[in-house]
């Protein structure tokens, strides 16, 4: 059974920091792209960040750059991604996605709430 389960998700003051973790199960992890997306309330999904398969390559949202690091250890089946100097508007519920072609087919978590608030 595949599954893909983030934690880490909580309520976090401006300024502060908050790690996702994403644990994969059920397929062959280290086939997979890995890439965090966000949906804020009204608003479409968006992409965060991505990893390779193989860790070599990472991309940030522009909107995020610079306060974003993503990692990934296959021995684990686990990605992390480290998020600090949050914002109000980085409020959203943050999804993990496993693809072979990033953005195309795969499997979704069921997310995990970020809300970044006094």
């Known amino acids: 059974q595949v599954q893909l389960v983030e934690s880490g998700g909580g309520l976090v003051q401006p300024g502060g920091s908050a790690r996702l973790s994403c644990a994969a199960s059920?397929?062959?992890?280290?086939?997979?792209?890995i890439t965090w997306y966000r949906q804020a309330p009204g608003k479409e999904r968006e992409l965060v960040a991505s990893?390779?398969?193989?860790?070599?390559?990472?991309t940030y949202a522009d909107s995020m750059k610079g306060r974003l690091t993503i990692s990934r250890d296959n021995a684990k089946s686990t990605v992390d991604l480290q998020m600090n100097s949050l914002k109000s508007e980085d409020t959203a519920v943050y999804y993990c996605?496993?693809?072979?072609?990033?953005?195309?087919?795969?499997?979704w978590g069921q997310g995990t709430q970020v809300t970044v608030s006094e």
């Open positions: 059920g397929f062959i992890f280290s086939r997979y792209h």
């Open positions: 996605h496993a693809a072979i072609v990033v953005g195309v087919g795969g499997y």
């Open positions: 990893i390779t398969n193989t860790g070599g390559s990472t």
